[in-house]
């Protein structure tokens, strides 16, 4: 959204990033105190843990990329990933 709303990606990213920490150590607390309560199973840890590993190695990756890329590069191929999601969210891909 910031992105779309002008914002250089450099400004955007650390926003993003945090939003989805925040979101994703909520969503391990609740499924982790559910599953405590007899409503539902344990979070799959080893999953969890090395897709965290994969967003830390590309968010690591992504920033020492980001100022060897012109910004309209990456505004397109943000583009083509939200174009790519949208795609197979409709069971079109």
């Not at 250089?8 to 150590?25: D, G, H, M, N």
């Not at 843990?49 to 100022?67: E, S």
């Not at 990456?74 to 083509?80: E, H, P, S, T, W």
Request: aromatic share 8%.
């Amino acid at each position: 959204m910031l992105i779309a709303d002008g914002h250089p990606p450099a400004r955007a990213a650390p926003a993003a990033l945090s939003s989805t920490f925040v979101t994703s150590v909520v969503g391990v607390v609740a499924f982790t105190v559910l599953a405590a309560n007899h409503y539902g199973r344990l979070p799959d840890w080893p999953t969890g843990i090395l897709l965290g590993l994969g967003g830390l190695a590309g968010g690591y990756a992504g920033a020492r990329l980001q100022h060897r890329l012109p910004e309209a590069a990456i505004r397109r191929g943000l583009g083509a990933v939200v174009v790519a999601s949208g795609w197979s969210s409709w069971g079109w891909g």
